[in-house]
């Protein structure tokens, strides 16, 4: 008897234990066909076995991060004013302010909660479409948080982002088709 596999290796979906994919159809019986597409897809799986639990863990928490990063922000900015280097306790106070709200307003719920959730289709199917190439929100967000965190505001989101999209339960489709 073959193993069931969590996610579908044809389209992402999650399995449920059932040997047939409900969204695309995939029977996970093999057969002398698609033998050589599960071993291929097996070896991905694995990987994403062993890296799904610290993934859930970080994703689940990069809120906080981001959040502690706008406080420390804020922090940086009154230092900033009262020595005298008003642009730089603007720009500081500028970041806090788009951390904080970000935090809130999209990782909480938009990231931080589907991660906990091992909702992994949810984050890949968020995407923005331009011409004929899809790109994660999760990528987008994590290199914006990057940018108004110094680095290491946004690395949490980014680096669980980076996982997903290229070690994740599936291969990422980045064209339309």
């Known amino acids: 008897m073959a193993k069931i596999?969590?996610?579908c290796p044809e389209c992402g979906t999650e399995m449920g234990g059932k040997p047939v994919c409900e969204k695309c159809g995939f029977d996970t019986k093999i057969?002398?066909?698609?033998?050589?597409?599960k071993t291929s897809s097996s070896d991905s799986s694995s990987t994403w076995e062993s890296l799904e639990p610290?993934?859930?863990v970080l994703g689940k928490y990069a809120w906080i991060f981001v959040l502690v990063s706008g406080v420390v922000h804020i922090?940086?900015?009154i230092v900033y004013i009262t020595t005298l280097r008003i642009g730089s306790g603007i720009w500081a106070?500028?970041?806090?302010?788009?951390?904080i709200a970000l935090s809130i307003i999209w990782v909480k719920p938009k990231f931080s909660e589907l991660c906990g959730n091992k909702e992994w289709e949810k984050l890949l199917t968020d995407?923005?479409?331009i011409d004929k190439i899809q790109i994660p929100w999760m990528l987008i967000m994590g290199v914006l948080l990057e940018i108004f965190g110094y680095g290491w505001g946004g690395l949490f989101v980014l680096v669980c982002a980076l996982f997903i999209i290229f070690l994740g339960p599936r291969k990422y489709e980045w064209k339309i088709q």
């Not at 057969?31 to 597409?37: A, D, L, R």
């Not at 106070?93 to 951390?99: D, F, P, Q, R, S």
């Open 5 to 7: 596999p969590k996610f």
């Open 31 to 37: 057969t002398e066909e698609n033998k050589s597409v």
């Open 54 to 56: 610290f993934v859930t």
């Open 75 to 77: 922090i940086l900015g």
């Open 93 to 99: 106070l500028i970041n806090a302010g788009v951390l």
């Open 127 to 129: 995407v923005v479409v």
